[in-house]
């Protein structure tokens, strides 16, 4: 499988802007790639994923490089609700365990007030 | 809001005793998955299925066994549990394609003594 790399932890102020950075050097083309987070005592749940383009919801954006060897994940405005841990993970497009997750680390997000 | 639920959040056991860890989703979703997570680790999937009557080992080894008699139930058993079981137990499902969002459950946490 693919592999991402995270940062193992990253700060923010409250109401600013947070850009989480993901390495995937070995993705392959069918490879989507997914962000997914886990609030503390909960279970994860789903930010957003992309293909090739660059991607909007109401939670965040994602840009993904033009050689999709690497992502960012952009909060626009961190809250305190946002403080948890990110996961940047690659969902294979085929094969017999078509769109299972592999999860990583993640990144620890801490927002400051 | 996702739809999916599990039963019992928390769960303290003697050793030797036959558990079952309750998941039910009401989305209609083919494809539910475990996940065992110890405390600040990553989550592991340890099993899955595609739907009625099917079932799958996950990534990780695990001595539970699963069922999925009905679409919207897949419990997990564990015939006698002992301490090395202790987790939090997450379950999840998708419609079938890696683009498919995963809705999480809030997690059973096991603790054996």
């Known amino acids: 499988d693919a592999k991402t790399t995270q940062p193992n932890s990253m700060e923010s102020n409250e109401e600013e802007p947070v850009h989480l950075p993901c390495n995937h050097s070995?993705?392959?083309?069918?490879?989507?790639i997914h962000w997914y987070r886990q609030l503390p005592s909960q279970g994860p749940e789903y930010v957003i994923h992309g293909l090739t383009s660059n991607v909007n919801n109401r939670m965040a954006s994602l840009a993904i490089a033009e050689d999709r060897k690497s992502s960012t994940l952009i909060l626009h405005r961190a809250t305190l609700r946002d403080a948890a841990v990110y996961y940047c993970i690659l969902r294979e497009g085929y094969g017999g365990s078509q769109g299972n997750l592999i999860f990583g680390k993640g990144t620890k997000l801490s927002v400051k007030p | 809001e996702a739809d999916i639920y599990q039963t019992p959040r928390y769960l303290v056991i003697g050793t030797g005793k036959k558990i079952t860890l309750e998941c039910s989703q009401t989305?209609?979703?083919?494809?539910m998955y475990w996940y065992q997570q110890d405390p600040g680790m990553e989550l592991h999937l340890i099993h899955y299925?595609?739907?009625?009557?099917?079932?799958e080992k996950g990534d990780l080894s695990s001595e539970s066994t699963v069922s999925r008699i009905r679409t919207e139930h897949f419990p997990l058993t564990l015939e006698s549990a002992r301490p090395s079981h202790t987790s939090q137990y997450l379950c999840?499902?998708?419609?079938?394609?890696?683009?498919?969002?995963?809705?999480f459950g809030p997690g059973t946490r096991l603790t054996v003594t």
């Open positions: 299925s595609y739907g009625v009557n099917s079932t």
């Open positions: 999840a499902s998708s419609e079938r394609g890696s683009f498919y969002e995963q809705y």
């Open positions: 070995t993705i392959s083309g069918t490879d989507y």
């Open positions: 989305m209609g979703h083919d494809k």
